[in-house]
């Protein structure tokens, strides 16, 4: 048995929030075939489904985003698994709006939630991090992480969702670099990334093609046209 863990804080207020993402993960895998009805257990919205032949339990801590280990441990006890059993999908201030990464362990990075989850089931779980993108100072960190999606942001906040959870069956057969591969071909690269620059050989191509448009035509050089414009301009070196 599996436990897919979306970190989230619960209520209308913070359902498009930034910081939400990870709910918003596991709503989406949820929609997939094969999922019940949310339901309450284990102070969480729960779905039970089966992914790629393994049995998988969909949470989202009803318990504040600071608490929700409470809730994810409380279920690992009861199913009597071990941290590698639990997948945690959360939001990533360092990681640029769109990109992901997954790892087993590691620090918690001043992640409330994570911290939570470290004290109540131990450290060697698995972390699928969305993204979110830093608002570049400081001060501004609490108002984006707790701040809507933009309308811009669906651009890529959508393929991102519908990709994991599309795939979800990679996530649970831990074949994450190919989780991670669907996910960057799904955006379109890195948002906020510069278009290409064309290349050497394009460019001069196109800089040949406008030479080649502004040369004048071969003027005759035989003919009565020829002796028209010798009798005009006179021959070469007069």
Known sequence: MLIIAGLGNPG?????NRHNIGFMAVDAIQRRPSFSSWSKKFKAEIAEGEIAGERVLLMKPQTYMNLSGEAVGEAMRFYKLAPKDIVVI?????????????KTGGGHGGHNGIKSIDAHCGKEYRRLRLGIGHPGVKDLVHAHVLGDFAKADQAWLSPLLDTIAD??????????????????L?????????????????????????????????????????????????????
Do not use: C
């Open 167 to 184: 795939n979800a069956e990679l996530l649970v057969k831990g074949e994450d670099s190919q989780l991670l591969n669907k996910v960057a």
């Open 90 to 102: 959360y939001d990533e201030l360092d990681l640029p709006a769109g990109k992901a990464r997954i």
């Open 186 to 238: 799904a955006i379109g690269g890195k948002p906020g990334e510069k278009p290409q620059a064309p290349s050497k050989q394009t460019v001069q191509s196109h800089i040949h093609q406008a030479r080649s448009a502004a040369q004048p035509k071969k003027l005759p050089t035989t003919g009565p046209m020829a002796e028209m414009l010798k009798r005009m301009f006179g021959s070469k070196g007069d």
């Open 12 to 16: 209308p207020k913070y359902t498009g």
